[in-house]
């Protein structure tokens, strides 16, 4: 089991895009000409989990039960990932959703803001912001997350039902919505709690 699990992590270490120079949470602004940016660490449709190493800032599969962690559930629905330099309720960077066909593991996208969907995992905050590509159809004239909701209704009924699915029954709670300017102020919070937390372990 051993060497399997030590082949295993060579093949990956090899193979993977985790393989950077570049800490993928501290060292990509979080904004880029004043658009908010997301890092994708699991492409629309895919059922592979992969996530940044908070410590090492690289990309890695996640490992359970020495085997390579995938969602026993249907592909994710949009681009999941992160927006990088924040800090949420959890302490991971703020998680997203960003509705649009698939692109690479690894890709940033500049991304337009919707709103945001509240979550309980286990009881502790989980909240997933909810974004699109500012020019992509079919939500290129969507601005907020209330006019997804009137135009494309069941999108949004769509992304809540897979994330209070693809766990255990009852795991993730829906706790409601956040506007669109509820979350940016949420985004930028999280932003200064990063700031603070990379200055107090420079001293």
């Given at each position: 089991m051993y060497k399997f699990s030590l082949l295993f992590f060579l093949i990956i270490t090899l193979y993977s895009k985790e393989v950077t120079a570049k800490h993928l949470i501290n060292d990509i602004e979080y904004k880029n000409n004043g658009t908010y940016q997301a890092f994708i660490e699991i492409p629309t449709g895919t059922i592979d989990k992969w996530e940044v190493n908070h410590k090492t800032g690289r990309l890695e599969w996640e490992i359970r039960d020495n085997k390579p962690r995938k969602v026993n559930f249907l592909g994710y629905v949009g681009n999941y990932g992160f927006i990088p330099q924040t800090l949420s309720g959890d302490n991971d960077p703020l998680d997203i959703i960003v509705l649009s066909a698939s692109v690479s593991r690894g890709d940033i996208l500049s991304i337009k803001v919707l709103g945001m969907l509240k979550l309980l995992?286990?009881?502790?905050?989980?909240?997933?912001?909810?974004?699109?590509?500012?020019?992509?159809?079919?939500?290129?004239?969507?601005?907020?997350?209330?006019?997804?909701?009137?135009?494309?209704?069941?999108?949004?009924?769509?992304?809540?039902?897979?994330?209070?699915?693809?766990?255990?029954?009852?795991?993730?709670?829906?706790?409601?919505?956040?506007?669109?300017?509820?979350?940016?102020?949420?985004?930028?919070?999280?932003?200064?709690?990063?700031?603070?937390?990379?200055?107090?372990?420079?001293d």
């Open positions: 995992d286990n009881g502790e905050e989980d909240n997933k912001v909810i974004a699109i590509l500012d020019n992509q159809a079919p939500f290129k004239d969507i601005d907020t997350l209330e006019e997804m909701l009137v135009v494309y209704p069941d999108v949004i009924t769509i992304v809540r039902s897979w994330f209070t699915s693809y766990k255990t029954p009852g795991k993730m709670v829906f706790m409601g919505y956040e506007t669109k300017q509820s979350t940016i102020q949420h985004i930028e919070k999280a932003h200064i709690k990063w700031d603070t937390n990379v200055q107090i372990n420079k």
